[in-house]
């Protein structure tokens, strides 16, 4: 059965679906990398809601979707930036989901992190003491469900400092009282423009100097970094710069096969949106590399790089598009609907050709249903072959 899907320019082009999905089935923990998804929310379809609503949250399809990925042995990093925080997720929305995926790992035996920011904090411009009492609050929702602390960037913060001495006041602060070592998040502009000259300056050489004297003076406190900037070299050198035990979990969506198998130096773990919808591809390279055969690992990832780059083309924020497209295509939730109504931030040409390559790759474990969905979609959009 041919799909005709659009292209860029409005033209129509044959595409030939597959007809099996690839053969992965959940194995052994990972043994020499430290795996994270950050994992998106599952839509309520029937809530009449509009795009400035509380998301309405279908809560059975989402923890599903987490047990899937700890199925596979990955570690789900929760309420961030896939999940939509800041983005349709506002805080109490994403206080209930820390609650309730980290009572659903305790019961499954998971690895949980959550993500602690200010996004409680009203729109006008906030002071120095309010953030920090933001952060303080949602960093003991997340230590009291007994999950891993992600301090991620905050808007209110990176509009308030007036440079590095607020980010290294504020941090440490933080670090101080955190009952247990928690990763430090460095969320790039293209994931987010308001964050912009994070760390106190829009030189990067700069803000990597004052992101690791923040780890300098509370070590103990650090379990490791999540470097989210699609900048490879900037990620090794960093990586090579931090004290010894703390981790680098890459976050880059475009270079994670090479970064993940590292070189001679060391390398870097992962907490990546891609990973979403890569899992259970994902999972089955990291064993690979468990084996020391980082061909491969590099065999089985390299190809899934030209989906990641696609999903995360610019606007880079609006990837979760694509990714939620693919859970629905994959069979993980039965429609193709987002919080904030963010279903519609992408193209129709944008979405076939995800739709195209998650296929290429065997992704959909069912590519049936897959084809049947996606035929489906290109009706409601007026494609007729």
Not at 150 to 158: E, W
Not at 198 to 219: E, Q
Not at 257 to 275: E, R, T, V
Not at 333 to 355: C, D, E, I, K, N
Request: proline share 6%; glycine share 8%; aromatic share 8%.
């Amino acid at each position: 059965m041919t799909l005709h899907l659009p292209d860029a320019h409005g033209a129509l082009r044959a595409y030939e679906p597959r007809t099996e999905p690839l053969a992965l089935t959940p194995g052994a923990p990972f043994t020499s990398r430290t795996v994270f998804s950050a994992a998106h929310v599952v839509a309520d379809p029937y809530a009449d809601v509009s795009p400035d609503s509380p998301a309405a949250v279908d809560w059975d399809a989402t923890l599903a979707f987490r047990r899937h990925l700890w199925a596979h042995g990955l570690g789900v990093a929760e309420a961030m930036d896939t999940a939509q925080r800041g983005m349709g997720l506002d805080w109490a929305g994403a206080a209930e989901l820390i609650r309730r995926s980290a009572a659903e790992a305790k019961a499954t035996g998971g690895r949980i992190a959550c993500g602690v920011g200010t996004d409680q904090l009203p729109g006008a411009p906030a002071t120095l003491a309010e953030v920090r009492a933001a952060y303080e609050e949602q960093l003991a929702v997340v230590e009291e469900s007994g999950a891993r602390a992600i301090l991620m960037a905050s808007r209110a913060l990176a509009a308030t400092a007036r440079g590095p001495e607020d980010y290294l006041e504020t941090y440490g602060h933080l670090l101080r009282q955190a009952a247990e070592p928690v990763i430090l998040h460095w969320l790039g502009p293209m994931f987010d423009p308001a964050l912009e000259g994070y760390w106190g300056s829009a030189d990067l050489d700069a803000a990597t100097d004052t992101f690791l004297d923040v780890i300098a003076a509370h070590p103990d406190k650090v379990d490791g970094i999540k470097v989210s900037l699609l900048d490879a070299r900037r990620e090794v050198a960093l990586r090579r710069r931090l004290p010894q035990g703390v981790r680098c979990y890459t976050g880059d969506d475009f270079h994670y096969p090479k970064l993940i198998a590292g070189d001679d130096q060391g390398f870097s773990h992962a907490l990546l949106g891609i990973f979403d919808p890569l899992g259970p591809l994902a999972a089955e390279a990291v064993r690979v590399l468990d084996t020391g055969n980082t061909d491969g690992f590099r065999a089985l990832l390299d190809p899934t790089v030209d989906l990641s780059r696609h999903l995360f083309h610019a606007p880079t924020r609006f990837y979760k598009t694509g990714v939620v497209l693919l859970a629905w295509l994959a069979g993980h939730q039965s429609h193709f609907t987002m919080v904030g109504g963010l279903q519609s931030a992408r193209s129709l040409p944008h979405l076939a050709r995800a739709y195209e390559l998650a296929d290429r790759l065997g992704l959909f474990p069912d590519p049936k249903l897959a084809e049947d969905r996606m035929r489906t979609l290109l009706h409601l959009y007026g494609v007729t072959p």
